[in-house]
Nanobody, 120 residues
Framework: VQLVESGGGLVQPGGSLRLSCTGSGFIFSSYWMYWMRQAPGKGLEWVSYINPDGGSTYYADSVKGRFTISRDNAKNTLLLQMNSLKPEDTALYYC??????????????WGQGTQVTVSS
């Protein structure tokens, strides 16, 4: 099983990035998919998540209206379009997956993370 993130980098405030996460070794279309992040010196927080068929999406208040989560189950890919980036969005971003039966606050698989740095 693998989740591999890509798309991070250095961007100026107000800029955009698109993160991608590709899954393999599990039935991607059966899993809820999450974007999580951890800023320097802070705990892990969830950013956004999407249900297995992509019909329902959820966002943390801090990113609502700026980030858009989506998925392409045919390509086993999860995306996060991030617009109007702020310095406080700087963090290591992870994708994670979870079967519907997995208990709350537990996740089945994690990626290795991709760094997003927002700075002028």
């Amino acid at each position: 099983v693998q989740l591999v993130e890509s798309g991070g980098g250095l961007v100026q405030p107000g800029g955009s990035l698109r993160l991608s996460c590709t899954g393999s070794g599990f039935i991607f279309s059966s899993y809820w998919m999450y974007w999580m992040r951890q800023a320097p010196g802070k705990g892990l927080e969830w950013v956004s998540y999407i249900n297995p068929d992509g019909g329902s999406t959820y966002y943390a208040d801090s990113v609502k209206g700026r980030f858009t989560i989506s998925r392409d189950n045919a390509k086993n890919t999860l995306l996060l379009q991030m617009n109007s980036l702020k310095p406080e969005d700087t963090a290591l971003y992870y994708c994670a997956s979870k079967e519907p039966s997995t208990p709350i606050d537990e996740y089945d698989y994690w990626g290795q993370g991709t760094q997003v740095t927002v700075s002028s």
